[in-house]
């Protein structure tokens, strides 16, 4: 027998198999029960969802010689001749391809004919936005005054492209995406009916990809029934060529801790291993979701993903999930969606290139993990004016240690603003100065020692070594009245490096 696709071997026959549409489903069947049916019903929403099968079900039950409580009892002779589609009374058309005047103008002249076999002539119309103008014009004739023994059905995923002569003169129905759980149900009964297993996890990951289509869910299903008997979430990874999933959490650790260059490199890594871009950036909000769920109910079934929630914050994971979901739905119709992906991770790393109230907020923050980070690595280390992190990967505000909070008399975050203003107003007169200034931020103040840091190490390490800093000593040096000494201060990734590699040359401060 020739290999039949699961999602079509499982088309649901009855108004109970249908899952996750029980509002619509209930009511069509009470109408067929009490006789009280429309003669003309319009179902829409997204794809695959169960429009056309609810059609059929529907046709088929109008027509049942025996139905039973408003379903068909799918072993009479209309039954097994719908369930073939030979039921001579139930006519589907597809608008896609029979979208002429011509073809409205022949229902038109055939629906005058009774039905030969059963209690109505019903018309399914799949794709009916497809239909050109002039065919739905002569088809709203028809379902103007359609005799009694008609029903038409139609369906469409494009409610906005059909005209709303057709919509008033229609009882619709909204079909809505199907819920994880529902798909994840349907799922089962398939997997006993062709004996086979799998774990809840894997069907959970199936439901999730399919985002709401139980056509796409079973289509995936399909896949990974040829490759196992029993499906795990490793049979759903390769069927759907996922991304190690540790190197997913990798690049979520990297991204909390603004390391542009971690990020970027497990992020080619992961494409390079051959996951599509559209493949991995769902994969990638997929995690950031669950953080978002484990930072808003404290669940703790996974404790990565519970440390970096912490880590993260949930105003972060917000943002996160904004920008990237953004992007996904770029992504669909861009010609080089690895190019929108790359971006969106630019921007999640580097807020300084936004200019809303939110980015300006996670400047601070990422400006307050990094000196925090670097006041924890050793005395003096940390400028005075970092304050404390907001969460630490535990989620507990951590304290800075004491020596740090010596550090500085007097110097609080608003005198070193003040401060490093007037020092950049002076220095932008002077053309040696001037370009230099705008990435540096004066991070303390010891009595004439100022403390200097970027993000930018190697432009730290280039001005350290050129003229800039005398000339920069000499300008402070005239506002503070005194002589003035610069010191650099490099981010804390920079000092791990400089640690790992030269340790004769461990210079930050002090
Ligand atoms: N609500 C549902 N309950 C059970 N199975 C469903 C449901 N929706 C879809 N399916 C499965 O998906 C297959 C396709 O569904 P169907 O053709 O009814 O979707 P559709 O909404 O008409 O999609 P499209 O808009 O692409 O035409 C069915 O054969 C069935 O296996
Ligand atoms: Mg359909
Ligand atoms: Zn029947």
């Known amino acids: 027998m020739a290999y039949k696709a699961l999602y079509r071997e499982f088309r649901p026959r009855r108004f109970a198999d249908l899952k996750g549409q029980d509002a619509i489903a209930s009511v069509l069947q009470s109408q067929v029960k009490s006789g009280e049916v429309s003669h003309a019903y319009l179902f829409s929403g997204?794809?695959?969802?169960?429009?056309?099968?609810?059609?059929?079900?529907?046709?088929c039950a109008l027509n049942c010689l025996n139905p039973q409580d408003g379903e068909p009892c799918l072993e009479?002779?209309?039954?097994?001749?719908?369930l073939q589609d030979s039921m001579i009374d139930i006519v589907e058309m597809d608008a896609a391809s029979n979208n002429s005047v011509d073809n409205a103008r022949d229902i038109r002249d055939k629906v005058k004919l009774l039905p030969a076999k059963g209690k109505y002539k019903v018309y399914i119309i799949d794709e009916v936005?497809?239909?050109?103008?002039?065919?739905?014009?002569?088809?709203?004739?028809?379902?103007?005054?359609?005799?009694?023994?008609?029903?038409?059905?139609?369906?469409?995923?494009e409610l906005n492209a059909l005209p709303k002569t057709v919509l008033s003169r229609c009882q619709r129905f909204d079909f809505r995406h199907i819920d994880e759980r529902a798909m994840v149900k349907r799922m089962r009964e398939v997997l006993d009916a062709i004996s086979k297993t799998a774990d809840e996890e894997a069907l959970l990951e199936i439901a999730g990809a399919a985002e709401g289509g139980l056509r796409d869910a079973l289509t995936i299903l399909d896949k990974c029934c040829s490759l196992a008997e029993h499906i795990t979430l490793?049979?759903?990874?390769?069927v759907l060529n996922f991304a190690d999933q540790s190197l997913v959490t990798g690049f979520?650790?990297?991204l909390g801790d603004y390391d542009e260059k971690t990020a970027l490199v497990s992020l080619s890594q992961m494409l390079d291993s051959g996951t599509e871009p559209d493949v991995l950036v769902s994969q990638i909000l997929d995690t950031i979701r669950q953080m978002l769920y484990i930072a808003v109910t404290g669940d703790s079934r996974s404790e990565t993903l519970q440390q970096l929630a912490g880590h993260w914050g949930k105003k972060n994971i917000v943002r996160a999930l904004d920008i990237l979901a953004a992007a996904q739905n770029k992504m669909k119709y861009a010609a080089r969606p690895q190019i929108l992906l790359e971006t969106a991770v630019m921007r999640l790393l580097l807020p300084e290139s936004e200019t809303d109230v939110g980015a300006l907020e996670l400047r601070i923050e990422k400006l307050e993990k990094k000196l925090a980070l670097a006041a924890l690595q050793g005395p003096g280390s940390a400028p005075a004016a970092a304050p404390a992190p907001i969460e630490n990967p535990a989620g507990k505000p951590k304290k800075r240690p004491a020596e740090v909070k010596e550090a500085a008399p007097g110097a609080d975050s608003a005198d070193l603003e003040a401060l490093w203003d007037k020092i950049k107003k002076a220095g932008s007169a002077e053309p040696a100065v001037k370009p230099f200034l705008h990435e540096l931020v004066l991070a303390k103040q010891e009595g004439m020692r100022l403390f200097l840091t970027s993000q930018n190490a190697s432009k730290l390490r280039m001005l350290k070594q050129s003229s800039f800093k005398g000339e920069l000593e000499r300008i402070a040096g005239e506002i503070l009245g005194g002589s003035v000494v610069f010191e650099f201060v490099f981010p804390e990734e920079e000092q791990q490096r400089m640690q790992l590699y030269d340790r004769e040359n461990i210079d930050i401060i002090d």
């Open 46 to 59: 997204p794809r695959g969802t169960g429009k056309t099968s609810t059609a059929k079900i529907l046709a």
């Open 129 to 157: 936005h497809m239909l050109s103008d002039s065919a739905f014009n002569a088809l709203l004739k028809t379902l103007e005054e359609p005799p009694g023994h008609v029903v038409f059905i139609l369906a469409t995923t």
């Open 76 to 82: 009479c002779e209309n039954c097994k001749q719908a």
């Open 252 to 254: 979520l650790q990297a």
């Open 234 to 238: 490793d049979t759903v990874s390769e």
